[in-house]
């Protein structure tokens, strides 16, 4: 059980969905290390579920939670970074659209090398919808579990082995709360919402609006039919997160994706620049 917010994790599934073997055959299903620091080591094929001690002070075990996930954390993003790929936490509550945009978007930009994560508690159906478009995807399914960590995200990378320079999508469960505090190693967290919502999302779940990198304001082809001022969202997230960028979206009629591809781009030149910067040719 995981001590930091309740949920219990310890029937983790990681399954390949669609096209056989790792992404990248040079290397294998390559993937990065699992690292817990000096005196507790495992092998990078050891993939067997952890557990948590029994909670007797709640703080203290949850820094120290926190602490492990975000030295795992780490590992995964120097993994990741090494390699120019750009991982994106993507983050929501239950049915805003990450599953649709995720299927447009791959068919939107045929050659960009993408791959997906999946994160729900059970099915492989959003998996399979991500390798019907012809990406490489793997489901996560964590049980009782109601968020990605960062040893999850390890193993799953590890399955799908990733190209260098892919732009890699981690569909995280439909939770604003739990994700938040979990880092997964990613570039940029990408938090949705969906008109259908509520105007104050942003006040609400603080936390993951501060954490979050891009904004999505999904459906807005509802706009005319929803109490939703879009002007006031945008106020509150700024309010908690003063620089962040925020972009209104309809997944069903194609408005404003556009900017949601340039921002993709953008992200995409960032980490080809980094890498060069580093002495590594692209």
């Not at 495992?42 to 075990?61: F, G, K």
Request: with cysteine.
């Amino acid at each position: 059980m995981c001590a930091t917010c309740g949920c219990g994790n310890d029937t983790i599934g990681v399954i390949t969905v669609g096209r056989d073997g790792p992404a990248d055959p040079e290397h294998g299903r390559d993937g990065p290390p699992h690292s817990h620091g000096p005196g507790h080591e495992h092998s990078p094929d050891d993939v067997a579920p952890h557990t948590h001690p029994p909670a007797t002070e709640t703080v203290s075990l949850e820094q120290k939670v926190l602490a492990r996930n975000d030295h795992l954390a780490q590992h995964n993003r120097e993994w990741l970074r090494a390699r120019g790929i750009v991982a994106l936490n993507m983050t929501s509550s239950p049915g805003a659209g990450k599953t649709t945009l995720l299927e447009r978007t791959i068919r939107a930009l045929p050659d960009a090398p993408i791959a997906v994560i999946e994160g729900d508690q059970e099915t492989v159906r959003d998996a399979e919808r991500i390798a019907a478009t012809g990406a490489r995807a793997v489901q996560v399914n964590t049980g009782a579990g109601c968020h990605l960590d960062a040893e999850m995200t390890r193993r799953a990378v590890h399955a799908l082995g990733p190209a260098p320079s892919t732009l890699l999508f981690i569909e995280n469960v439909g939770n604003l709360v739990c994700p938040a505090l979990f880092d997964l190693g990613e570039s940029r967290k990408v938090v949705m919402i969906s008109v259908t919502e509520g105007t104050d999302k942003p006040l609400k779940y603080p936390h993951m609006f501060a954490a979050a990198g891009l904004v999505l304001v999904n459906k807005i082809d509802l706009l005319p039919y929803v109490d939703f001022d879009l002007t006031a969202c945008a106020a509150y997230a700024h309010a908690v997160n003063p620089g962040v960028e925020i972009l209104p979206i309809s997944v069903t009629t194609g408005e404003g994706l556009e900017h949601w591809y340039e921002w993709l781009a953008d992200q995409r030149r960032e980490a080809a620049t980094s890498l060069e910067g580093a002495g590594h040719p692209v």
